[in-house]
């Protein structure tokens, strides 16, 4: 089985700019989640879609968006960089099984705003 | 105050010794719970999950879940210096209107050979 894929791995953008990162669950998983983890905030929850719908979202401005396909690939948007939003950024595809809980985590994009 | 809360460590234990990580929570509502272990340099990896009070046990690993006293805590039996890594709980609770999964800061787990 496939993990979870995110592309691109590196990226470095200027301020202003706007970026777009992409995460391919593993198959089968309709659920994915979207973190920014940095070194001092630790991980923090962006957003969670299942099945095209934002299902649950975390306390980031409205610059930061995201969306599902139809085969559960999802993409996640940052409009008008800012350089605190270097950062890397992990997605995670899940399924929630009777009694139990799979999650996986993607290798994530390191962003880089100068 | 923090809505989870975690030791930072470093926790250091003994190789075949038990290592005990402890995790409180604010959110009384708070359902589900996960421990994640996350080597340097790599993504986290879910270890555990529970949302039922008592012990869950998995392999070496056993959360233990007390909601009345909002806690949750991991127990590594026979660490291995393989264990060592930085173990992360996550609660899934409500931040203002939002309903998330809420993040420790990690606790540092070092086995010394």
């Known amino acids: 089985k496939a993990g979870v894929t995110q592309t691109p791995r590196y990226l470095i953008k200027t301020r202003g700019q706007q970026v777009t990162l992409s995460c391919s669950p593993i198959?089968?998983?309709?659920?994915v989640s979207w973190y920014q983890q940095t070194p001092g905030q630790g991980l923090q929850f962006l957003f969670e879609?299942?099945?095209?719908?934002?299902?649950n979202k975390g306390n980031f401005p409205g610059r930061f968006s995201g969306r599902q396909f139809s085969n559960s690939r999802s993409e996640m948007n940052v409009s008008t960089l800012e350089l605190g939003d270097s950062a890397l950024y992990l997605c995670?595809?899940?399924?929630?099984?009777?009694?139990?809980?799979?999650?996986?985590f993607g290798p994530g994009t390191r962003l880089t705003v100068t | 105050q923090k809505e989870v809360e975690q030791n930072s460590g470093p926790l250091s234990v003994p190789e075949g010794a038990i290592a005990s990580l402890n995790c409180t929570y604010s959110?009384?509502?708070?359902?589900?719970f996960f421990w994640y272990r996350q080597y340097s340099g790599k993504s986290p990896e879910l270890i555990m999950f529970?949302?039922s009070n008592g012990d869950k046990e998995d392999g070496r690993f056993t959360a233990q879940l007390n909601k009345a006293s909002q806690y949750v805590s991991l127990l590594i039996r026979d660490s291995q210096p393989s264990d060592s890594a930085t173990y992360l709980c996550?609660?899934?609770?409500?931040?203002?209107?939002?309903?998330?999964?809420?993040w420790g800061a990690g606790t540092k787990l070092i086995i010394k050979p």
């Open positions: 959110d009384r509502g708070s359902q589900s």
């Open positions: 529970i949302y």
């Open positions: 995670a595809s899940s399924v929630r099984l009777a009694g139990t809980y799979e999650q996986y």
């Open positions: 996550a609660v899934l609770g409500w931040v203002g209107s939002n309903y998330q999964l809420i």
């Open positions: 879609y299942f099945s095209e719908t934002q299902r």
């Open positions: 198959s089968g998983h309709r659920s």
